[in-house]
């Protein structure tokens, strides 16, 4: 056996170390995934059981504002919005004819100077990002997973 065979043997062994490591890695992240995603269907079906009341009185619960209207929307979206006219819970439909907050921005932002038009889509993406980070705190609040909540803002569900 030359010096060349030695080395291939010792760094197939090295290599066959690392992959069994790797693996063991993986098999960790997939059975974290598959308890999370377990968790995520349990959330789901307690929320999809709650009764009507039980969503009004959670979101009458937060907080006056733009975040309960949105979160009043999301909900109703997710629980109510499905259900056939006949059988309708009409226990959130006051959030929903209520104006929704926007950034006030100037109507002409794009014939602005391209420097403020910059500073004024700072402004709006700082007050987005606080929106949804709201909104999130508050399906939380609701009973949301935090990765539900954070999927339901995103848009990711």
């Known amino acids: 056996m030359n010096l060349m065979d030695n080395i291939s043997r010792t760094g197939a062994a090295l290599l066959t170390r690392k992959n ?9 992240l997939e059975e974290e995934d598959r308890i999370l995603c377990e968790k995520e269907s349990i959330t789901r079906k307690e929320l999809r059981s709650l009764p009507p009341e039980t969503w009004a009185e959670r979101v009458n619960a937060l907080p006056d504002g733009e975040t309960k209207n949105r979160a009043a929307c999301v909900v109703w979206w997710d629980f109510f919005g499905g259900r056939d006219a006949t059988d309708a819970w009409p226990h959130l439909n ?9 950034f ?11 420097a403020e038009q910059e500073e004024w889509n700072e402004k709006i993406s700082a007050w987005e990002k606080e929106q949804n980070w709201l909104l999130t705190l508050a399906l939380h609040q609701l009973g949301y997973s935090p990765y539900m909540a954070h999927g339901r803002v995103k848009g990711d569900e």
């Not at 069994?20 to 960790?28: A, H, M």
């Not at 006030?104 to 391209?114: I, K, T």
């Open 20 to 28: 069994l490591e790797k693996k063991k890695q993986l098999n960790l």
């Open 94 to 102: 006051e959030y929903l004819s209520r104006p929704m907050e926007v």
């Open 104 to 114: 006030d921005a100037p109507a002409n932002l794009h014939n602005l100077p391209e």
